[in-house]
């Protein structure tokens, strides 16, 4: 595997994530726009690696206003695709507004995408021309592979998705330990938990002290569970005791 590409590859990837959790590029603050314009020229110098240093110093010449215009126009065919490919994402935006973008130059090939599964099927249709950001986010979902992009399963938040190994569900900890029932009812289960074994313990201690003289019943308890520390079997022996024999207690 060429290992430049692949970083270009996640490079592209995790902008294409930032951009669909953002709201609308143009009403960012000025200084979350100049982060994102760094990040956009560093991607594109990744992306065209290959090609002529004319072409990677032209890119990194380019002004802010064209770097902005080429993240909307990013932005905006992401906020268009989103919702049909993964319909529980929720995207900062609830009507969209398309904007208009000048033909440079051939960069990538135009597709329609859909999903089975989480495989993304990809059908060409025509020759990309509009932008070196619109190339990017064609060449990132065009390849036939599992879809990079997905919804977290809990917030609906768009998040990176694995190339490989099992699918990426949860954009965090908090919402994996929300939608995850073992994670979200742990304590419950963990009271269960405790709830059976005290049970549990307390039927051995029974069929343990049964038809055993008082005095050595404490050592007929030990026999039966050794692994309980001192206090522990004392008080598992007093109610065992109160069990059988409700009138008496332990003095």
């Known amino acids: 595997m060429d290992t430049s590409a692949s970083a270009a590859d ?9 951009l669909a959790n953002l709201p609308p590029v143009s009403t960012l603050e000025p200084e979350q726009r100049a982060r994102l314009i760094e990040r956009f020229r560093d991607t594109a110098v990744a992306f065209i690696g290959p090609a002529p240093e004319v072409v990677i110093a032209y890119e990194r010449g380019r002004s ?16 268009k695709l989103l919702p049909a490919l993964l319909p529980n ?25 859909s999903l089975e599964g989480r495989r993304l099927r990809t059908e060409l249709v025509g020759v990309r021309t509009d932008s070196l950001g619109l190339a990017m986010l064609d060449d990132l979902l065009r ?7 997905w919804a977290c399963d809990q917030c609906g938040a768009v998040i990176p998705q694995r190339a490989r190994g099992r699918p990426a569900r949860f954009c965090s ?6 939608g995850i ?5 742990r304590s ?17 201690a029974g069929d343990a002290i049964r038809d055993v003289p008082v005095p050595r019943q404490y050592l007929a308890l030990k026999g ?4 309980r520390p001192r206090k522990a079997l004392l008080h598992l022996l007093r109610v065992a005791r109160g069990q059988s024999h409700p009138d008496r207690r332990l003095s």
């Open 64 to 79: 802010a206003e064209q770097v902005i215009a080429e993240l909307e126009t990013m932005q905006t065919e992401i906020f």
């Open 143 to 149: 390849r036939p592979r599992r879809i990079p992009l």
């Open 188 to 204: 419950e289960y963990v009271a269960a938990h405790r709830q059976r074994r005290r049970e549990g313990d307390l039927a051995i």
């Open 173 to 178: 900890l908090r919402c994996k330990t929300r």
């Open 181 to 185: 029932p073992s994670a979200k009812r």
């Open 89 to 113: 994402a929720r995207l900062a935006v609830s009507t969209l507004t398309p904007i208009p973008s000048e033909p440079r130059r051939p960069l990538a090939f135009q597709a329609r995408f």
């Open 224 to 227: 039966a569970l050794p692994s």
């Open 10 to 18: 996640s490079d592209v990837q995790m902008l294409a994530v930032e």
